[in-house]
């Protein structure tokens, strides 16, 4: 469960970093985990979900989710980029420049444009973030209800 709880717990955090950057259909978010990935915010939930995978101990529902995972998430990822495309003449650079998905370790000052800013806590309430740390304590308390009524 702790191990489980060790890989839930980036993925919360690159959640709630990436949204208070992220000023949706207003700017280009290049900043903060922007910076490294372009889709920090799915990132983040894969990683939540392969921690509950670890905590539930279970491979196979781990296999499942990476499948469905892309599987859904990849013709959303690449509709928003057209999206971004036809929005910000800027995407273009900053696509060639940062990975879709896994991060890079390193950040080029180039990619961080004008209209870029620090984290934003008014962002981060604004996108109701929040709900996420909620949803990953009420899993976690589920994985550990569960535990205790299956420990013989």
Not at 69 to 83: H, K, N, Q, S, T
Request: charged share 20%.
């Amino acid at each position: 469960m702790l191990l489980g709880g060790l890989v839930v717990a980036p993925g919360l955090l690159l959640r709630a970093l990436a949204s208070g950057h992220v000023r949706k259909n207003e700017a280009l978010a290049t900043s903060g985990p922007y910076a490294y990935t372009r889709n920090p915010l799915y990132l983040g939930s894969l990683l939540m979900g392969l921690g509950f995978c670890v905590a539930a101990r279970s491979w196979w529902v781990g296999v499942a989710l990476v499948a469905m995972f892309f599987a859904i998430y990849l013709p959303v990822i690449r509709g928003e980029e057209d999206f971004l495309r036809r929005r910000f003449p800027e995407f273009e650079e900053y696509a060639r420049r940062v990975p879709r998905m896994l991060p890079r370790f390193y950040r080029e000052p180039e990619t961080l444009a004008e209209n870029s800013s620090g984290f934003s806590w008014d962002l981060y309430w604004q996108h109701r973030e929040y709900n996420a740390l909620l949803g990953v304590a009420a899993m976690m308390a589920g994985l550990v209800v569960k535990r205790m009524l299956l420990q013989p």
